[in-house]
């Protein structure tokens, strides 16, 4: 189980003309063990790019990114990810797609397809164990890579607007499940979203990024238990104030 | 009567009329089977080379030569373009070689063919491998270059940590359709340099062969007859090619392209 510590972390994308494009500034957020941190902020600010910088997919610029203390330099399996965009391996069935990081850790066939089967059961796509990826919908496209993120059992979740293809039911109930998944399993999960409503419902704390280039804005605390009532006052007030908070930095731009 | 039906009747009709058309042309205008041999005399020829009984063993050798210039293409097209279009390095280093020697026509290659060889076997499967090396090796080269990054970056944040992980089980099965197209270029470009590569006398039986031994001898029927089954033989080659790729190996593949 894994704290993540970012310190003033930088990241500047060179563009052709010489100049650069300043994506993530003085970022600094210290994520404690088992915490379900939302990201939120205007599109473009830089969250996908803190996500891979995390998953050591991308170096940063200046500053640091530690996990218990040790520096990211790389990928690696104990931080999983779930792309924004479609990442599904076409050439694989959906069973051999979520068993996929089991076979690389050298997990016998009948033993990874046996843990395989079970989180596709989780996203709820048993009937489509041996489809191809060509065959389903965008939506349970993204869920196979939730379960294929899952399978591996990483000690960092990372995802990126995971939840953003699916209807308004489907994502109620993948909210559910990832919550009692992260109650059962403890995992540190770093979770974007455009959703505020899904962030008040999921997170400990809600992290506001400010406008390109991105910084921690404002960092606010949810200390209510789960589930949540997304109907209550309080629900209605913090969703609110994180809103309005969007906007002023906005404005502020 | 469906689609199906109407085009198989419409197709055989049109060879019926062009077979018609052919055999009164050969006939009534020609008149002479040295220069054009009509379908009866094609028909005869082909009859009596069956009685004769070579017509296996040459197809058989000429899909021994072929055999040999393809597979020693798939073993050393598809590993250098992987390494070429994976590693930076292997690029910069092979790229002018490669180059320099592409845009010769694998004909070209016969005379070193026959003094590195001899008349063997060998040399006609290697000026095969000169036709059908390149374009498996371009095909693997630039499938490689063309793999989308983000299946890369799953396979690393899922656990592939070595290069050959990565390209054993992401970028090969990903680069696989693009190579099996590079493939069957490469059999049609290997099957065409095989008259030639059986014209020097590696043998003494083999299509190619024969073709020429035939004209040596003037009969032009016989030559028509394997002038057909050379195309008969290359076109089998190609569909069973295509069909097993589409069936077995990249039955994911369909579904993704339009
Ligand atoms: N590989 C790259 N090369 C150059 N610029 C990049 C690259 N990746 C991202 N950027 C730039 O960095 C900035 C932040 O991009 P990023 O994808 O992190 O935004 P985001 O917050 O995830 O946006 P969205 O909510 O739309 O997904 C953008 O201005 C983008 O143009
Ligand atoms: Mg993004």
Redesign the interface.
């Known amino acids: 189980m894994s704290g993540v510590t970012i310190r003033d972390l930088s990241k500047a994308f060179p563009r052709g003309d010489g100049t650069v494009t300043q994506a993530l500034e003085n970022v600094n957020l210290e994520i404690g063990d088992t915490e379900f941190i939302c990201l939120v902020g205007p599109s473009g600010c830089g969250k996908t790019t803190l996500l891979r910088i995390i998953?050591?997919?991308e170096t940063a610029t200046s500053g640091s990114v530690t996990i218990d203390g040790r520096a990211v330099t790389?990928?690696?399996?104990k931080?999983?990810?779930v792309?924004q965009?479609?990442?599904?391996?076409?050439?694989?069935k959906v069973v051999d797609n979520v068993a996929?990081?089991l076979?690389?850790?050298g997990v016998g066939k009948a033993e990874r397809r046996k843990t395989a089967d079970r989180y596709i059961e989780m996203v709820g796509l048993s009937q489509f164990r041996d489809a191809?990826?060509?065959?389903l919908s965008g939506g349970m496209r993204q869920r196979v890579a939730i379960a294929?993120?899952l399978a591996?059992d990483p000690d960092v979740l990372l995802m990126d607007e995971p939840f953003g293809a699916l209807d308004a039911q489907t994502r109620n109930r993948m909210q559910k499940e990832l919550l009692s998944l992260w109650e059962q399993t403890k995992k540190t999960i770093v979770f974007v979203t455009h959703s505020v409503d899904e962030a008040v419902y999921l997170s400990t704390r809600i992290v506001v990024l400010s406008p390109r280039p991105g910084s921690v804005r404002e960092v606010i605390p949810i200390p209510w238990q789960h589930p949540r009532d997304r109907t209550s006052t309080e629900f209605a007030d913090v969703r609110r104030k994180v809103l309005r908070m969007i906007d002023e930095t906005e404005n502020a731009q | 009567m469906n689609r199906q039906t109407q085009k198989r009747l419409l197709g055989a009709a049109a060879l019926v009329v062009a077979a018609v058309i052919w055999q009164i042309v050969a006939v009534y205008i020609v008149g002479r089977s040295f220069i054009l041999p009509s379908v009866t005399d094609v028909a005869e020829a082909f009859v009596n080379l069956l009685g004769s009984g070579t017509l296996l063993t040459d197809a058989v050798v000429s899909l021994e030569h072929f055999g040999i210039g393809l597979i020693a293409a798939l073993l050393l097209g598809v590993p250098i373009g992987i390494l070429m279009g994976w590693f930076r390095v292997a690029d910069f280093l092979l790229d002018p070689i490669i180059e320099i020697l592409r845009p010769i026509p694998p004909l070209a290659w016969i005379p070193f063919a026959i003094i590195w060889f001899g008349l063997t076997t060998q040399a006609a499967g290697f000026v095969i491998f000169a036709g059908a090396f390149f374009p498996i090796l371009t095909a693997t080269y630039s499938a490689f270059r063309s793999v989308p990054k983000?299946?890369v970056?799953?396979?690393?944040?899922?656990?592939?940590?070595t290069s050959f992980?990565l390209i054993r089980?992401?970028a090969l099965?990903?680069a696989?359709p693009a190579i099996a197209s590079g493939i069957r270029i490469a059999m049609g470009v290997g099957w065409m340099c095989l008259v030639a590569a059986e014209m020097f006398g590696v043998s003494n039986y083999g299509l190619g062969y024969q073709l020429w031994h035939n004209y040596y001898l003037h009969q032009m029927p016989n030559v028509v007859v394997y002038m057909l089954i050379l195309g008969f033989v290359g076109l089998a080659i190609d569909r069973i090619f295509r069909n097993y790729v589409d069936a077995r190996l990249?039955?994911?593949?369909a579904?993704?392209v339009a």
């Open positions: 998953a050591g997919l790389g990928p690696d399996p931080r999983g990810m792309f965009e479609y990442s599904l391996f076409p050439w694989r996929f990081g076979e690389m850790k191809y990826p060509f065959e294929r993120a591996n | 983000v299946f970056e799953a396979g690393k944040v899922l656990g592939c940590d992980e089980y992401v099965p990903a696989l990249l039955r994911w593949h579904g993704e």
